[in-house]
Structures are given as structure tokens and as C-alpha cells.
């Protein structure tokens, strides 16, 4: 059983022998996730149930030769990486991107990594630094903006040297599966809904809906929802502000090109090649509902093509100049607190 291959499909669990393994595959694969600490797999036994799970509904080629975490690592990854320019099967699965617990509409779960800061950088004594810089960085809340994805698992590839390793981060690289796994990638999610006009900004309920009618002339790449936060994707960020608290949410979007932010502190002048540039304040968006309503700067990253990824030597840079910009202007909630 291939159940990876019914979840971006309309046929989900289609196959009514496939319901139960699946569904006891999933609960336990989100079992699986509470024993992941800061990345590292502490406790494999729900794995290995999950994996005996799969195989006591049917016996696919590779369960034999594979470590139980990394056929399911391997599941995931399959699909995905199919759809992502430059990222190989190895990219992802040695990214260790784990189940958040959350699941797209069509039920494939949202993946993320933890990192905790290791390495203490401030020196002076009256730094007395009480927690890291706290960063969420998401890719792929729009489905069909595929180098979004593609570039934060090239970023998480560099997560083991110390310039990131000051920070805290929680990376989740395709928070709309559905939306990249559509037979066509698509922007919004398997509800048809704009993941990212989806946020509850003040007045939403009469601004997004009039915005979609009269600015987008109800463009369906633009749908709105019918509610703030009415879909697993956007409520999974949602949720994920208010437990991890981000010092700064780094979002990244194609294809224009250029810089937005939203927020309180300084924006950056340039990443890479990518400039300052304020593309727009949506009602419904994430820059607008935490930038602007929260206080958490949000940078919004638009790589300049959603499908050709750039040229290596830029997406170092573009990750260079995005963590020196953090660590000169974003302060931590401790140290605003103090203000
Ligand atoms: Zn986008």
C-alpha cells in the first residue's frame, strides 16, 4: 500500500482496504512526532509501530531495507521532492523534516523541524542574552511557488554551522502540500482557499471578502475563505505563532522578485540580489496579521522565479544576508520586554 499516493489526489482513501492501515499509519506517525526533540528522533518505538502497522496491511518493497524512520521519512519525501526544482530524495530526507501533527485538507501531514540554539555567541557580561532569537521560517503557503519550498530545504542543509546555530528555529518548508501536490500545482489549498489571505486580520470578515469581489474581481487564486483561519494550513501557522512565538517570521514566496516586510523594526535593504521593495498589505495575510497587528516582523521573501531556482552561490547569500539582518535589528520578546 502506497499511501502516500492517495493524498493528493480527490480519491482520498479511496480504497476501503486501505482506511484502516492508513488511519492508524497516520495516528501513529503524529505519536510518533511528540518523542521528536530539537530534530533528533529520541524514541523510535512509535515509529517502529507505525512502520509494523504498514506492514501488517501489505508489504512494499523497501520496508525490508529500510530503517523504519527513514521508510517513512521516504514516504513523505517521494512525493514531494517530484515536484521541487534542485532538491534530490537525499535533500529532504536528510532534512529530517518530522509531522507537526497537522494535516493539509487532503490529509498529508504539514512537516517542520525544530532547532534549538547551541552556540552562545554573546561574550560580554552584561549581554546576559536569556534566550535565543526565536525564527519561524516557512516555505510554500503558496502551492504552485515551488522554488519557495525548494530553497528552505536548501537552507536547512546549512542549519549545522554556527551562524545558524544562535538562533532557535522552527522550519517547515511546504506548509500547502495539497497545493503542490495538485495534478497541477496550484497557489491555494485543496479547498481552493489563498492560504495567505486567510489570516485573521481586524475586520476580516468585511475587508477580505470585499477585497477578493472588488480588487481581485473575485480571482480564484485569490479566495479568501469563508472565515479567518478556516483551514488546517493557515490554522497550523496560526497556532504555531501563538505557541512558538517567533522573534521574526520568515516567509518565502515567488516570483517577484524583491523584499517586503512587515513590522516594528528595521526592514532589510537587501538579501542577495533581492531588494526592498513593498509589494502590498492584503487584508487576510500573514505580513498584515502578524507584522502589522502583532508586532512580529515578517519578512516576506519573493524569489524571482517560482520554478527555476537560483544559482547556489545566491541562495548563500540570500541566507547570509537574511541572518546578519536578523541578528542586527530583531530583538527577542525578553529583551522588548525590558524596554
Ligand atoms: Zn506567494
Not at 552556540?119 to 549581554?127: F, H, L, Q
Not at 503542490?180 to 491555494?188: D, E, F, I, N, Y
Not at 475587508?207 to 494550513?233: C, H, L, M, Q, V
Amino acid at each position: 500500500m502506497r499511501w502516500w499516493t492517495q493524498l493528493g489526489g480527490n480519491n482520498l482513501f479511496s480504497s476501503t482496504s486501505s482506511v484502516v492501515a492508513c488511519v492508524s499509519l497516520m495516528l501513529l506517525i503524529s505519536s510518533a512526532n511528540a518523542s521528536v526533540v530539537a530534530g533528533a528522533v529520541t524514541n523510535t518505538a512509535a515509529a517502529s509501530a507505525a512502520a509494523s502497522a504498514t506492514n501488517s496491511a501489505s508489504k512494499p518493497p523497501l520496508a525490508s531495507t529500510l530503517s523504519p524512520n527513514l521508510k517513512i521519512i521516504t514516504d513523505w519525501c517521494t512525493p514531494l521532492v517530484a515536484r521541487l526544482p534542485k532538491v534530490s530524495l537525499n535533500d529532504c530526507r536528510n532534512s529530517k523534516v518530522m509531522p507537526t501533527g497537522a494535516k493539509s485538507v487532503n490529509g498529508f501531514p504539514i512537516l517542520a523541524r525544530d532547532f534549538a540554539a547551541t552556540s552562545k555567541t554573546d561574550t560580554k557580561p552584561d549581554s546576559k542574552r536569556k534566550q535565543a532569537i526565536k525564527i519561524l521560517l516557512i516555505g510554500g503557503i503558496h502551492g504552485d511557488e515551488k522554488t519557495a519550498s525548494a530553497i528552505v530545504f536548501k537552507w536547512l542543509d546549512s542549519m549545522q554551522k554556527p551562524a545558524a546555530q544562535e538562533f532557535q528555529w522552527k522550519v517547515a518548508p511546504i506548509v500547502n502540500p495539497d497545493g503542490l501536490l495538485a495534478a497541477k500545482s496550484k497557489r491555494v489549498n485543496a479547498h481552493g482557499v489563498d492560504l495567505n489571505r486567510n489570516f485573521p486580520t481586524p475586520n476580516w470578515e468585511q475587508d477580505a471578502p470585499r477585497y477578493w469581489a472588488n480588487t481581485t474581481r473575485s480571482d480564484p487564486r485569490r479566495f479568501p475563505g469563508k472565515a479567518p483561519i478556516s483551514e488546517p494550513e493557515s490554522r497550523w501557522v496560526f497556532d504555531t505563532i501563538e505557541k512558538f512565538k517567533p522573534d521574526v517570521i520568515i516567509s518565502v514566496h515567488a516570483p517577484f522578485g524583491v523584499l517586503d516586510f512587515d513590522g516594528p523594526v528595521t526592514p532589510p535593504i537587501r538579501f542577495g540580489r533581492l531588494m526592498f521593495n513593498r509589494v502590498g498589505v492584503y487584508p487576510g495575510s500573514l505580513g498584515n496579521y502578524s507584522g502589522v497587528h502583532k508586532d512580529i516582523p515578517v519578512v516576506t521573501i519573493e524569489l524571482p522565479n517560482a520554478t527555476v531556482m537560483p544559482p547556489d552561490a545566491e541562495v548563500q547569500r540570500i541566507w547570509q544576508d537574511m541572518l546578519g539582518w536578523i541578528k542586527r535589528n530583531v530583538p527577542t520578546q525578553a529583551k522588548l520586554a525590558q524596554r
